[in-house]
């Protein structure tokens, strides 16, 4: 059984719920339960319109489960009313889904494990894995994100910006579980892309794909962390870099330039390079002045720093960070790796071991001490 | 979304506030104490950010390796070790503000005369998986 499949037919199913009145998590549990049995139930006996048979089952769940309910009578009452028989309409709720599930109200970890299970149909037990968290944890954090977004209004329409930043969360702290979240995320975000018709959605489904791309080279084959110049290109997937790229350029034709374009523009630049002396930092130094303009971000500032340390020299690269606050994350590595470049491998070295320390993710952090051990090494011979 | 570690001392924290060893308090005191530490998990639970918690016994060995063919070392348990973790917590939290402000109400857990204990608590972050976007330094 292709599950996948089943679990994108999941917000379709769910939005028809919601439409035919049943109240948001009520209609989410049933379809979750109905997923479930369609796991079960699927492999010897598949159905002809499978979500079809999901809306059946679910809204079967659904009422079973407020049936059970006595003290909710009146809402009894309202599903006691045939709903409409036959196969779901046209309209597409999906869009209104994915904006409740990353409500302004939620915070972060709840806005990412609720869009995971109604938008993507991933159990709980799923989540709570690729999140290493217990089961009943998750289950909590779900159901209090349900209760927060109770009250909202399904129908109305929610700022892309704040679904496009629970999406890239999902996409950039997947741990590698029994779920792939990072080709998870993706395939939201192209769903998402299907859907609203705007240049950032793009922007952030080509920058996706083009770090998605890089997968395979970026590490070696004992787990470590393999930096940008050094890993084999020839790995690099050249179909789905071509797809990034033209998704891209066509986001990029309208005009309307935001984070994530520009973020997937440098992306692309690094992609487009045969070999890592042949990147053009020129004009990736002019992609960070961009984002540096949109976002206001220190650590965008940090990269660009690096990058004029590649495009105009280490000195030019030194003197940019110079400018910045010591204590940004990273900075001490980026002075460690700018110091090597030019020559300085004994305070290189320190800073290396030094940045080291203050790592806060473990490949990182290992990185970073190989990288001084190898300078030690070398200049003790 | 961010582990945090809290980690409870039996020797090496600074002294609390309320600085009576447990030995010393009623049996109540010690109950109402526990029934803190339990409602305190059950209600990390129920926000979604609990991921972990336990106590260890305060003696412990000290083991090492000591060549082919031959079995570990073991040495200790030495009195005098400065550092001498009891247990902890792990947490599962949207930002470091939030493990700090969780630490700081898990410190209030109740001691001698039913007060709080303002035990010093240490608040360590896990090291992370490297995210998926990092062109920073030519990494990725």
């Not at chain 1, 049943?22 to 796991?39: I, K, R, T, Y």
């Amino acid at each position: 059984m292709d599950e996948a499949l089943l679990r994108s037919l999941t917000p379709g199913v769910l939005t028809v719920l919601v439409r035919r009145g049943a109240d948001f998590a009520a209609a989410e549990d049933a379809v979750q339960e109905a997923l479930v049995e369609a796991v079960r139930v699927w492999p010897t006996d598949p159905p002809r319109d499978a979500k079809g048979w999901l809306v059946t089952v679910a809204w079967r769940k659904f009422l079973d489960a407020t049936r059970a309910d006595a003290a909710r009578r009146r809402r009894e009452d309202l599903v006691e009313e045939e709903p409409a028989a036959g196969p779901a309409s046209g309209v597409d709720d999906t869009l209104q889904l994915y904006f409740l599930c990353a409500h302004p109200s939620l915070t972060p970890s709840s806005a990412v494990a609720l869009t995971l299970r109604a938008v993507g149909g991933l159990t709980t037990r799923q989540i709570a894995r690729a999140y290493l968290v217990p089961e009943a944890t998750m289950a909590q954090r779900i159901s209090r994100a349900k209760r927060t977004v109770s009250g909202v209004r399904f129908d109305r329409h929610g700022d892309v910006a704040t679904v496009l930043r629970v999406l890239y969360l999902v996409f950039n702290e997947g741990y590698s579980g029994d779920v792939d979240l990072v080709a998870e995320a993706i395939r939201l975000t192209r769903q998402l892309a299907d859907r609203v018709d705007h240049p950032e959605v793009a922007g952030l489904l080509a920058l996706m794909l083009l770090h998605h791309a890089r997968r395979d080279a970026r590490t070696a084959p004992d787990g470590s962390l393999v930096p940008l110049a050094e890993q084999d290109r020839d790995r690099w997937d050249t179909r789905t870099i071509a797809e990034g790229v033209a998704i891209l350029q066509a986001a990029l034709a309208r005009d309307r330039l935001g984070e994530f374009q520009a973020q997937a523009a440098i992306a692309a630049l690094h992609a487009d390079a045969r070999t890592a002396g042949e990147t053009d930092w020129v004009q990736i130094v002019e992609w960070y002045d961009e984002l540096a303009r949109l976002t206001d971000s220190p650590v965008v500032r940090l990269n660009r720093a690096v990058a004029v340390g590649e495009a105009d020299g280490p000195r030019a690269g030194l003197a940019a960070l110079a400018a910045l606050d010591g204590s940004l994350p990273r900075h001490t590595a980026a002075a460690a790796y700018l110091h090597e470049r030019d020559g300085d491998l004994a305070t290189a070295a320190r800073l290396y071991a030094e940045a080291a320390r203050k790592a806060s993710h473990l490949a990182e952090r290992d990185h970073l001490i190989r990288q001084a051990a190898r300078l030690n090494t070398r200049r003790e011979r | 979304m961010a582990k945090y570690l809290l980690l409870k001392h039996y020797r090496g924290a600074p002294d609390p506030v309320n600085n009576v060893p447990m030995d010393r308090w009623t049996p109540e005191e010690i109950s109402a104490h526990i029934q803190y530490m339990n409602d305190f998990a059950a209600r990390l639970e129920k926000t979604g950010e609990f991921v972990d918690g336990q106590a260890l016994a305060p003696e412990g060995q000290w083991v090492r390796y000591d060549g082919e063919g031959r079995p570990p070392v073991t040495d200790g348990p030495f009195a005098e070790t400065k550092d001498l973790i009891a247990g902890w917590m792990i947490i599962d939290v949207d930002s470091h503000d939030r493990a700090v402000e969780l630490a700081g109400e898990l410190s209030a857990a109740p001691g001698a005369g039913g007060r709080p204990i303002h035990e010093w608590l240490e608040v360590r972050p896990f090291l992370t998986a490297a995210p998926t976007v990092t062109e920073c330094l030519g990494h990725g």
